[in-house]
């Protein structure tokens, strides 16, 4: 029954993404990061390593610490903000479907454009390296992983940004709360606690700025911590549907 | 008659304001009933915790032979339907792809989507955005939704807002035929007596979140009854016998006739009696009816407010 209103949930979320504006933000903020990333790569020769790892350091840098979270806010907000406006709020709450449904769909579908901003992102790491900075080969396959990484680090964040446009009307404060985090995502991993931050899961996944793996030995407290705090956001947002009053 | 809206004293509270007090709603089966109260008689309010919308501070509510709890609250919803305040939708999506997102959510058939397209006549705009339509049409979106999955229960909360007089008059055509055309009980409010009485045979009276009236429309027009009108060949003696009847100051004088207001049957006939005694010369009483809608002012103006009407 809840698994039937689940998959009822995720199409409705899903048709909702249709010809959305949405896009448009997972076209083109990659697209800077990996300028801004290739550009830095190309002209810090006395620092970075010329090739594929050194490439993908200067990637991730300015993708996990400006671009990823605010982008991941962005997809929550948009979606949140479809029920903020008017009365859609009713809508979707006279629906047949358990709130909580509404809030994993809601997941699904955002998890569903972070993996392919992920993909997006993926290639064009692959064309700058190709193309801009003339490396030879192709990029090693752990790069490949990490981008994979970074998808399942984008639930926790995901589920958290989902919970703040919840139970925020406006769009931007929870974007800018996003930003914040992702820079302090930075500073807790430079300190070894990058496992009890949202944020930090992500750098750790991505492996961002490093030449050596991060996560090395430690996959499954990783994947521990993004199903907790997943699994907390979610039971939050989903208890809080279920006792609010719709004005 | 069982009812398929029954509700028990419900009443509900934001802080020290009470929005809905002692409700007891009884929607019969199969009826058109009028919800009707002045703005913020408390409508909205009721109609949303008939939904699970809301919480009630206190009383119950019993929907289509169950008890609305967070258990039954889902298997209730799938046989309502409902458009509460401004129809909802998604702007950048066509009137279908609304429809088909509703009607996945309601499990119901994708075929269905045709059927209430054809009912509120938007079937040459299906393929249009929503985000295109004039409020009219996104009202009619709204009541499409509503329809969905064959509801057994429409709720629906003042359609008509903000519609011009042509799309009132549609929209009262439209729901007029729902119940032929879709075999649901309704459930509508307005805040005008006049919109709906053509098209309600049960009405409900709300005012300040109290029901002052519930019961078949043409009970409404005997509950309450009009001015007495008295066709007299000689007024001026009347003067002594109306004021030793307490109603000297009530009396007034309108084409000839001397019009008092509403009086109980025994009290009138009584007060004939003693004015063809007095050589009044007593050649008419007749008993004026009252609109609806001055049966609707007069009842919430009793309870102490005029309301907008």
Redesign the interface.
């Known amino acids: 029954m809840f698994l039937k209103a689940l998959w009822r949930s995720i199409r409705a979320e899903d048709s909702k993404l249709r010809g959305a504006r949405v896009w448009a933000v997972f076209f083109l903020i990659p697209l800077l990061s990996a300028a801004y990333g290739t550009f830095s790569f190309c002209y810090n020769s006395a620092t970075v390593t010329r090739d594929w790892n050194g490439l993908w350091g200067q990637h991730t840098l300015y993708y996990a610490l400006f671009f990823f979270a605010p982008m991941a806010a962005i997809y929550a907000a948009w979606l949140w903000r479809l029920e903020h406006l008017g009365h859609n709020w009713t809508l979707v709450l006279s629906m047949p479907v358990p709130p909580l449904c509404l809030v994993l769909a809601k997941l699904a579908a955002t998890f569903k454009l972070a993996l392919f901003t992920q993909m997006w992102m993926w290639l064009l790491f692959f064309g700058c390296g190709k193309l801009w900075a003339g490396l030879p080969g192709v990029p090693p396959a752990a790069c490949l992983l990490w981008a994979l990484r970074g998808a399942v680090a984008a639930v926790p964040v995901l589920a958290l940004q989902l919970l703040l446009s919840m139970l925020w009307r406006g769009f931007a404060p929870p974007v800018l709360l996003a930003l914040l985090g992702g820079v302090v995502g930075f500073l807790f991993v430079s300190n070894g606690w990058g496992l009890y931050w949202p944020y930090g899961l992500l750098v750790l996944g991505m492996n961002a700025n490093q030449g050596y793996d991060l996560l090395a030995g430690q996959a499954p407290p990783f994947a521990a911590a993004c199903a907790g705090f997943t699994f907390l956001f979610c039971a939050a947002a989903g208890a809080w549907l279920k006792r609010r009053d719709i004005a | 008659m069982q009812n398929v809206v029954m509700t028990s004293g419900l009443c509900k509270a934001y802080g020290s304001r009470t929005a809905v007090q002692g409700l007891d709603l009884c929607v019969p089966y199969g009826s058109v009933y009028g919800f009707i109260g002045p703005n913020g008689a408390g409508k909205t309010t009721t109609m ?1 915790l008939l ?1 699970g ?3 009630p501070t206190s009383g119950s509510i019993r929907l289509l032979d169950e008890e609305l709890t ?1 258990q039954s609250r ?2 209730i ?2 046989r ?1 339907g ?1 458009l ?10 066509t009137a279908a ?1 609304n429809l ?3 009607a ?4 119901a058939e994708a075929k269905d989507v045709v059927r209430v397209l054809d009912i509120v006549r938007l079937t040459p705009d299906a393929r249009r955005k929503v985000g295109q339509f004039s409020l009219g049409m996104r009202q009619r979106l709204g009541i499409a ?1 509503a329809l969905l999955g064959w509801p057994t229960l429409l709720i629906l909360d003042e359609p008509t807002n903000g519609l011009d007089p042509a799309g009132i008059q549609e929209m009262r055509a439209l729901l007029a035929e729902m119940p032929r055309r879709c075999g649901a009980t309704v459930l509508i409010s307005s805040h005008l007596l006049s919109e709906l009485e053509q098209i309600v045979d049960h009405v409900g009276i709300l005012n300040k979140g109290r029901l002052l009236y519930q019961g078949p429309l043409a009970g409404l027009q005997q509950h309450s009854r009009g001015d007495v009108a008295l066709r007299l060949l000689h007024p001026a003696l009347a003067a002594p016998v109306l004021k030793s009847a307490g109603l000297a100051g009530l009396a007034r004088e309108e084409r000839g006739e001397v019009v008092l207001p509403p009086l109980k049957e025994a009290f009138l006939a009584d007060l004939v009696g003693s004015l063809a005694a007095a050589g009044a010369g007593v050649v008419g009483v007749s008993c004026r009816s009252r609109s609806l809608e001055e049966i609707f002012l007069s009842l919430t103006k009793a309870d102490g407010e005029t309301g907008v009407v």
């Open positions: 949303k939904l919308l809301i919480h967070p889902l298997k919803l799938s309502t409902s509460i305040e401004s129809p909802s939708y998604y702007a950048h999506l792809e088909q997102l509703v996945g959510l309601k499990g939704m």
